[in-house]
């Protein structure tokens, strides 16, 4: 065949079928399935027999009609993207993403792009999807802070007892505090100004009045008696010491520690014993006359519990005024350290914070544990009970505070705000205010009907060690800190009115007399200082 020959092409026809493919399948297996059974060979040489013929098929329709719904469903979210609006501003669109746990930026990502990602984010989830979001943070939040970190141990049969008793025992007393404030806002807004002001200008007259070396190693506590005229201090030598106020006479050494005593109290009704005021008009008038008869008034001391003091070893000793060695030990604390011991207002209750990251609740008469309370993530170090005697406040190392309804064991505020360690807690006389000192340098004033912090007292350079308000009126609040210094602060302004200035070391601990006429401050550098005011 040479090149100049003519190629024909054939061109192969068009065939149109018509009808279902399917049917046509069907009856083209159905021919071959026949023919396999008569033993026909195709025109092929192969026998049918060969041949795999299966009844399986394609659902095209449903398959069609599946690929139509997802293309719908893609072109409804593009024209509601279309439709949703969404914020220009960045910053906005940026906690957006952050509120729905998106990233906030991808690699080469502009405004643009992070606000079209925003859009059918938001397409995908529901316009109001970011609502949902906080929504469901908040409750998470709500829920947890409920139930975070604390306990309810099941309680001896004892503590239902108490809980009555302490119901019973609160409810007169906050009865006759709500009476006596309804008094007093119906005498005259000049009346009441002139007495905070009376006050007030005593504190900012505060001065030196006496100060005292009360042992050979750090002074940690102090508190004044109920009576203003004891003040009983603890020291890392092992001892506790009761001084006579404003004379500063040593009354009493209690010896029973082994190590670092970390705090010590006075029981709410104890009192100067007659035989210690004869001692003390002895000393002041300076006789050494043996010939003097002393009078003989053993049968009138308490022998009941008039202290309590706590050591870092866990050990908690009661003593009274007759004996230097502890009336009784509460022993379950160890090695753990306890660091404060408070006395209910009844007298019949002692509250103890232990290292262990809670506290517990003892009951003197029977000396037993009625109450083990957790709910702090670490160590519990400061309580403080209200005024009625219903409701207790626990400062703890990881920064938190709760208050806690002792009628019901429930926690019913949580204190939130302090960026150290909460070292120090009082309640103002009002019964519905407290005040917290912490390792951050501040003071917070908090409300417990609007439970939340109404004030913060960027009071001190360092950390604050303690924190008393006055005890009758609570017209100002004492703090001290590890700065040197304790100061006064005015309520409700929270003006400095103060500054204490003396020690040579950090202050460990302060204290308002009951009689406000004397503020007690202990120091690192081994002594103790009474403050009065100086209106001469």
Sequence with gaps: MSDDDDVIL????????????????????????????????????????????????MELEEEMSRDKKALLEEFERRRKARQLNVSTDDDEVRRSLRQLGEPVCLFGEGPAERRVRLRDLLSYLGEDAIHKKLEEEEARIERDRGREGTWYHEGPPQLKDARLFIA????????RRLTKARDELQLAGSIRAAAKQESQRKATAMAIYC????????????????????????????????????????LQT??????????????????????WRQKIEQEKEKKEDDSIEVMDTSDEISESCQMASCAYDGSVHLWNFKSDAPLASLSGHSPRRVSRVEFHPSGRFLATTVF?????????????????????????????????????????????GRVWDLRTGRCV??????????????????????????????AKVWDIRRRAPIYTIPSHTHLLSDVRYQKSNGHFLLTSSYDKTARLWSNPAWH?????????????????????KYIATCS?????????????
């Design 254 to 275: 209690l010896k029973g520690h082994t190590c670092n005593v970390s705090a010590a109290t006075f029981h709410p009704r104890a009192v100067l014993p007659s035989h």
């Design 356 to 400: 262990d990251n809670s506290w517990r609740l003892w009951d003197l008469h029977t000396r037993t544990e009625v109450l083990h309370q957790e709910g702090h993530a670490k160590p519990v170090y400061s309580i403080a009970f209200q005024c009625d005697g219903s409701l207790a406040v626990t400062g703890g190392m990881d920064a938190f």
């Design 10 to 57: 054939v061109k192969k026809p068009k065939q149109v079928y018509y009808g279902s493919l399917e049917e046509q399948e069907k009856a083209r297996l159905a021919a071959l399935a026949a023919a396999a059974k008569e033993g026909v060979e195709d025109s092929g040489g192969k026998e049918l027999g060969d041949i795999q013929v299966s009844g399986e098929y």
């Design 524 to 536: 690192y550098d081994r002594t103790f200082k009474l403050w009065a005011p100086d209106l001469a």
């Design 211 to 250: 100060s005292q070396i009360g042992d050979t190693r750090p002074i940690s506590f102090c508190r004044f008696s109920s009576d203003s005229q004891m003040l009983i201090t603890s020291s890392w030598s092992g001892l506790v010491k009761v001084w006579s106020v404003p004379d500063c006479i040593p």
């Design 496 to 516: 400095p009115l103060r500054t204490l200035s003396g020690h040579d070391n950090k202050v460990m601990s302060a204290d308002i007399s009951f009689d406000n």
């Design 168 to 175: 019973r025992y609160s409810l007169p007393r906050a009865k």
């Design 413 to 442: 505020m949580f204190l939130e705000g302090h960026l150290g360690p909460v070292l120090g807690a009082d309640w103002s006389p009002a019964g519905h205010q407290l005040a917290t000192a912490a390792a951050d340098h501040q």
